[in-house]
């Protein structure tokens, strides 16, 4: 286990680290959607709204398992 | 000498107001001093009037938003979930006045101020009386004091603006009537003056905010308010009926009009002169035309000779000819009584012509349940995970979700606004603030921070930008008698506001999608579902008395189907068309005039399905208006099924609605024959005329939208996006 969660220090605020995760992971997700609807992809989603809660969590842990540890 | 712009004085009324409202908040050791200086950002407008409406507005709205929160709080205070239950209940019956088109503003002071109470009083309920109190005072000394300042500096009132959008509106109606005239005469085309047509919307909009300012701030004004009120509504009509008799020319520009209707070009001149008249009494002049009854004329020898459907349009110019020159004249008598010239005001102000329509609405149903849901998953959270900001986060999240509501607003674009607002205040709360002393420091950065705001900002579309940027300073720097600075305060209240904005993107998205396209789909297909309701009632052998909620139905969509055009006009301009290139913001506008004139075609034909028709009539042609009468029901059901139309089936569908109209007619010629004179009085003709013109009118008006639906690519607006 080489990944400690540890917390960010910002001006002397700690914030979690899954903060950072999420965030990146939303503006993964956002950079992903607007390719989905550039390329027009987004037709075969039953309802797209959830499937970015869903792609930006994927991205959230993805990013906190590899990147981040949350 | 420098000359200040309307704009920096407008700037500089609102700093200084803020200044004063503070110093006066932190001088009396008032806690939340913000919020009196809510009260000026919010109600500074460019004049008096508007703003005493607004402020107005506001403070009736936090008088009645203190009551039902220390209601709510002396009643549900024990019982978290009941507090929360009825508290939801409450803002979702606000947030459905909110959406509605009256007292909007106070209905939202109403919801807002009512959950800032609460929300404080849950977490400190000894002093919820305090906070309520506090709130009011707060709200109505920010008010006073930016009155104060608006009517001794630099004073503006309305009646000059109402007066100048009185002499546009008038001036741009009379364009409209004389091109219109003139496309009578076959000259010009209808797409000339569609330019005419948009500022006559726009430019009703301004007259009626301006006549709601002028009202406020000049005695004349709100001395003759009744009459001022009612040339608004005549305008109003004005608009509908040159609307109406336009879409009427294709029936009558192939007769010969001069033997029809010979003294329709006298009628014509006559409603010019007015026109005339009307524009020199606005210009200060008096009028040099006085008004005559004059009625447009049917040739009967002429007439003869014509189809019936001829007949049948012939009554319907008629009939709106009478009804432009009853508008006109009422138009005329308004002016001259507000104006002064000739016989005193004394005649008799009309009640409103429109009545109540009974009835939910579902746009704003849904609003309200949005509201509802907002406050079902945000106490929740609250209660069981205290989230950063802790009230606050109930507070932002809801209040930002009602906003976007309010506007019809994506919460991640006010969020945008909001963020950059708190970025801004950050700086100076962490890197100013702290180097200042005393109130003339702290008077002169809130005076110049308001100032650069409002001045830069200054423009409509801004509003959300200039808003979020002045909410988040207030709340950020939080000023305070005994000021302290803790970046920890900052750094949860920035994640307070993105929690807030991820509830309140959250609850936008939920079913059904919020989309601009897809709620305009949506409304198309409701309205094509109370058409074909509409049209359905239409059958002559239906008894109109049949069930209370048949009745109660038709009233609703009847009142309903021409509402919808203006929503969905207002839902076009909020698609984002580089996303959807096959289908120009012409084209769709296109298609919300031609469901404009659909709408009005049902709205007439239901008219005329009211007058009386004799029986003999009635039963010898059911048959044959049943089936004209099915194949426009089918065809509206498949555009609520799906507004989309094959190349070349408007071409199909015309030659079918033509094919039976013709039948009708030749089913017309031998009724009458068949009938012979004497049996039918000249009041059955004339009901049976319009009628059929009616008949007529809507198949045209269907086909006119069928062949602009056809080029329309569907299919991009119905696909999925994110």
């Given amino acids: 286990m080489d990944y400690i969660p540890s917390e960010i220090s910002v001006g002397g605020v700690y914030f979690p680290p899954l903060l950072l995760a999420s965030t990146l992971g939303v503006v993964a997700a956002l950079l992903t959607v607007l390719l989905l609807n550039r390329y027009r992809l987004s037709r075969f989603m039953l309802y797209p709204p959830m499937i970015f809660v869903a792609i930006a969590a994927i991205y959230t842990g993805l990013i906190g398992t590899f990147l981040i540890p949350v | 000498m420098i ?160 007066d100048e959008a009185t002499r546009k509106l008038v001036t741009t109606q009379a364009r409209i009537y004389r091109s219109y005239r003139a496309l009578l005469n076959g000259q010009g085309t209808a797409e000339e003056s569609r330019p005419l047509r948009l500022q006559e919307v726009q430019l009703l909009n301004q ?49 010969d009009r001069s033997a029809v209707l010979p003294n329709l070009q006298a009628v014509c001149t006559e409603l010019d002169r007015r026109f005339a008249a009307i524009e020199d009494m606005l210009s200060g002049k008096p009028p040099a035309h006085s008004p005559r009854a004059i009625t447009l004329t049917i040739d009967s020898a002429a007439t003869g000779a014509l189809t019936h459907f001829q007949k049948a349009a012939v009554v319907v110019t008629r009939s709106q000819l009478d009804r432009l020159e009853v508008i006109s004249r009422s138009l005329f008598d308004s002016i001259r009584d507000i104006k002064g010239y000739g016989v005193p005001a004394s005649s008799v102000v009309p009640e409103e012509m429109r009545a109540g329509r009974p009835g939910l609405d579902p746009d704003r149903l849904q609003a309200a349940i949005r509201t509802m849901a907002a406050v079902g998953i945000a106490f929740p959270v609250w209660f069981y995970f205290d989230p950063p900001g802790h009230a606050a986060f109930v507070q932002l999240g809801i209040i930002f979700l009602m906003a976007s509501l309010m506007v019809r607003l994506d919460p991640a674009t006010i969020l945008k606004a909001l963020l950059v607002g708190a970025v801004f205040g950050g700086v100076l709360y962490v890197f100013v603030m702290p180097q200042l002393s005393g109130y003339l420091q702290l008077g002169a950065m809130l005076f110049a921070v308001t100032f650069a705001i409002y001045y830069w900002l200054w423009q409509p579309q801004q509003a959300v930008a200039k808003m979020g940027m002045i909410v988040m300073f207030l709340v950020i720097i939080g000023v305070q008698n005994q000021q302290t600075y803790d970046f920890a305060q900052y750094a949860n209240t920035l994640a307070s506001l993105a929690l807030a904005g991820v509830l309140a993107i959250a609850i936008w998205y939920l079913p059904p999608s919020p989309r601009p396209e897809k709620q305009f789909l949506r409304m198309l297909q409701r309205f094509f579902r109370h058409s074909d309701f509409l049209i359905s009632r239409l059958a002559l052998d239906w008894d109109q008395n049949k069930g209370i909620v048949d009745r109660w139905k038709t009233i609703y969509y009847r009142s309903n189907l021409l509402e919808l055009p203006p929503k969905l006009l207002s839902w076009a301009g909020k698609i984002d068309h580089r996303a959807f290139p096959d289908n120009s913001p012409e084209q769709v506008q296109a298609l919300v005039t031609s469901l404009h004139a659909l709408a009005h075609r049902i709205k007439a034909l239901a008219a005329m399905r009211d007058l009386p028709q004799a029986d003999l009539l009635v039963k010898e042609l059911l048959d044959d208006v049943r089936a004209w009468r099915l194949i426009v029901e089918q065809q509206l059901q498949l555009w609520a099924d799906n507004p989309a139309m094959a190349p070349g089936a408007s071409a199909e569908m015309q030659e079918r609605v033509m094919k039976r109209l013709a039948r009708l007619e030749a089913r017309v010629e031998e009724t009458f024959a068949r009938v012979g004179e004497g049996r039918l009085s000249s009041e059955d003709y004339q009901n049976f005329y319009r009628l059929l013109g009616s008949f007529r009118g809507l198949s045209e008006a269907g086909i006119a939208h069928a062949r602009l639906a056809e080029k329309l690519n569907w299919a991009q607006w119905q696909e999925a996006r994110f």
């Fill in chain 2, 207 to 255: 007259h009626e905010q301006a006549l709601l300012s002028a009202k406020a701030d000049s005695y004349e004004v709100w001395e003759l308010r009744h009459r001022w009120r009612y040339f608004h509504h005549q305008s109003f009509a004005l608009m509908e009926a040159l609307e109406q008799w336009r879409e009427s020319f294709a029936e009558i520009q192939p007769l």
């Fill in chain 2, 3 to 162: 000359t200040l712009s309307r704009r920096a004085k407008e700037a500089i009324k609102t700093a200084l107001a803020m200044v004063i409202a503070y110093g006066i908040s932190l001088g009396m050791g008032w806690e939340n001093p913000y919020w009196a200086g809510f009260a000026v950002a919010m109600i500074s407008l460019s004049t008096v009037g508007q703003s005493l409406n607004k402020g107005v507005m506001r403070m009736l709205g936090t008088l009645v938003a203190g009551a039902a929160a220390l209601t709510i709080i002396a009643w549900y205070a024990q019982d978290r979930w009941w507090f929360a239950g009825i508290l939801s209940v409450y803002l979702g019956f606000c947030m459905y006045m909110v959406t509605g088109k009256k007292r909007t503003y106070f209905w939202w002071c109403c919801a807002f101020v009512c959950l800032i109470i609460c929300t404080h009083a849950a977490s400190d309920l000894t002093n919820a009386f305090d906070v309520a109190v506090l709130r009011v005072q707060q709200t109505g000394m920010g008010i006073l004091v930016y009155t104060l300042v608006a009517v001794f500096l630099w004073p503006s009132n309305t009646r000059g603006a109402l």
